[in-house]
């Protein structure tokens, strides 16, 4: 039996005895196309239509040879990413063009809704997934008048006012978006530099363009060109340029990257973070980092929505759970601030998120599950993150979890994590094997480059399949791009430990417990787990009488791209196979530690990480 949660601000430990099983079903309704739907509004939402979210599932084909009717049924696979509200709508004069929409929460049905489009711009048509930080300081510096108040109205008006590459360089926040301008011919997409946001296309030979938030809503697309539609992510830190012909189809024009990580953006001109010091100096340097992850923090309180925090005891998810609470407390936000921690009997991360709560003053919650719940999930796992990724499907088990059980027994909607730091900041443990701090420099880039392939793909859609919005402060483009300018030698890992800038940073900022500060690093996966059971053994010990040895002799010929090389990586290839066949080639590579002779991407497996625990 679940025990009832009596957190309060007095007592801010909630502990949650048993994994959730479960939430409400969704409910299912009979639909055609061209029309639009709202269910199950929250009545507090009816009361008040300046509250909106903006978590959701965007959708689009140009140039489709099928009914069109028949091929929104693949736009139903996103559902999830808003289950409050849908539309379908067609493209004035494109009988074969369309827009799907799936929204967490809607009450304005004119404003609220999308594709978006307002008056003073009738030919343009914006469906987008996103937050856009910066917006009315971006309205009222340029004095536009806004219709709506959506925050992605600034797209449209950036656009007009000058053309698609300062738009995308002016959004500060995160987003994937398709722009339709119907008066000059063209189609735009873009994604945010980390993609946060996620999207995906398909495009044939014959101009027939597919784009959608998830994969899953495409792969079952039919075109008369192929009975074999090849999808593949957008790449982040792009948009693209089409050509809209008469008959509705697309001819792309170019692929432009407008933005690099360890660039300054350009909306960094139009914003109001205190000034930074110069130079190099340790102090003025942590002055800085201190003042732009507190912006990061504050700008990303932007809704009417509850905020929660994911809170594992680490580093990165203490500093983003304190900084926050610390926000909206600033902000006079009258509720409690609800944190939450998953894990097994004995977990290191529930004895440490513990800490920090107790510490900070959340209303926390436990979440434990068993061996057996998180096995049983693993098929739900893979098929919602698109990918068999070992590392990634291991972490995304206690995440997915934890987010059905946000979803069901809260009213945290908008989740604040700590993803990006140990990208960022060279957090993981193979860093203190690195050459040089070139080298370092090198592999912290190339591993934020791929964010959306792996942490960044687990984050959003963990949280996405049961609704929530995540929010990632580490990612936000100031404090990135200023933590990536700083000289090589100062972001390695020094004296033994990982992050040491970072620490050092928030040394005297009693932000949170000193022990926390400076705990070792805790591979997500593993650290749900007791140090003697870790999770990947768990994992590996069941599945060893899933596989037999024949079939991984012969796994090969059965899977020649990215040939899995255990017993553990041929099962997940298998699930993954089984809801994506063919598309194998969605992952270019394993995510695997460089610089060991490691076999395995768990922390537990390198020698660093032994004799910090025998210490």
């Not at 709202?38 to 979210?53: A, G, I, K, V």
Request: with cysteine; net charge neutral; aromatic share 10%.
């Amino acid at each position: 039996m679940r025990s009832p949660c009596t957190a309060t601000r007095e007592s801010p430990l909630c502990i949650e005895r048993k994994a959730c099983t479960g939430r409400c079903d969704e409910k299912k309704k009979a639909w055609g196309s061209r029309q639009t739907w709202l269910h199950s509004l929250d009545p507090q939402l009816l009361e008040n239509p300046e509250l909106h979210r903006t978590m959701c599932g965007i959708w689009a084909l140009f140039g489709s040879d099928d009914c069109l009717s028949v091929q929104c049924l693949s736009a139903m696979k996103i559902a999830h990413r808003g289950p409050d509200a849908f539309r379908f709508e067609n493209v004035n004069g494109y009988t074969n063009c369309c827009f799907g929409f799936h929204r967490l929460a809607v009450v304005d049905q004119l404003f609220g809704m999308q594709p978006i489009r307002v008056k003073k711009y009738p030919y343009l048509w914006l469906c987008y997934n996103g937050e856009i930080y910066n917006h009315k300081k971006l309205q009222h510096h340029f004095e536009f008048e806004y219709q709506t108040k959506v925050d992605g109205e600034i797209i449209l008006h950036l656009y007009d006012k000058g053309g698609i590459e300062q738009t995308v360089c002016m959004l500060d926040g995160v987003f994937a978006f398709i722009l339709l301008d119907t008066a000059n011919k063209k189609v735009f997409l873009g994604r945010d530099t980390y993609g946060v946001r996620p999207l995906f296309k398909a495009m044939t030979e014959d101009g027939f363009l597919a784009v959608c938030s998830e994969a899953k809503g495409l792969v079952n697309l039919k075109h008369s060109m192929t009975p074999f539609l090849k999808v593949e992510p957008f790449s982040p830190g792009h948009y693209e340029v089409l050509d809209l012909k008469p008959n509705g189809k697309v001819a792309s024009v170019e692929m432009v990257k407008y933005h690099h990580c360890r660039d300054e953006p350009l909306h960094a001109l139009y914003d109001n973070v205190e000034k930074l010091f110069p130079g190099f100096e340790i102090e003025t340097v942590k002055s800085n980092l201190r003042i732009l992850f507190d912006n990061a923090v504050k700008k990303r309180l932007m809704t009417d929505r509850r905020i929660g925090c994911l809170l594992s005891g680490g580093l990165d998810s203490s500093l983003v759970a304190a900084t926050l609470l610390k926000q909206l407390k600033e902000a006079q936000v009258q509720y409690p601030l609800q944190t939450f921690a998953i894990g097994m009997e004995d977990s290191p991360d529930l004895l440490a998120a513990r800490k920090v709560a107790n510490h900070i003053g959340s209303e926390h919650h436990e979440v434990l599950f068993n061996s057996e719940e998180g096995i049983q999930v693993l098929d739900e796992v893979i098929f919602s993150l698109e990918t068999y990724d070992i590392t990634t499907v291991r972490a995304s088990v206690g995440m997915y979890l934890i987010s059905k059980y946000i979803r069901k027994n809260t009213d945290s909607v908008v989740i604040f994590s700590g993803e990006g730091s140990d990208e960022l900041t060279q957090g993981y443990i193979y860093f203190h094997k690195a050459p040089s701090p070139e080298k370092a420099e090198e592999e912290s880039e190339r591993l934020l480059r791929e964010l959306y392939l792996f942490d960044v793909l687990r984050a959003d859609r963990t949280t996405a399949a049961h609704g929530l919005e995540l929010r990632v402060p580490f990612l936000d483009h100031r404090f990135s791009s200023y933590y990536l300018s700083l000289p090589p030698d100062m972001r390695v890992p020094k004296n033994g430990i990982e992050k040491h800038l970072l620490r050092e940073t928030f040394e005297d900022s009693n932000l949170i417990p000193k022990e926390i500060l400076w705990r070792p690093k805790e591979a997500f996966s593993d650290g749900i787990t007791s140090v003697k059971n870790s999770w990947f053994r768990i994992l590996q010990d069941y599945i060893e009488h899933q596989v037999d040895d024949a079939a991984m002799a012969s796994a090969a010929q059965k899977f020649p791209i990215n040939t899995p090389k255990t017993k553990e990586g041929y099962y997940y290839r298998q699930i993954f196979e089984n809801h994506y066949p063919g598309r194998a080639d969605w992952l270019p590579h394993y995510w695997m530690p460089r610089w060991t002779s490691a076999t395995d991407p768990s922390a537990r497996t390198l020698t660093h990480y032994k004799a910090a625990a025998k210490a």
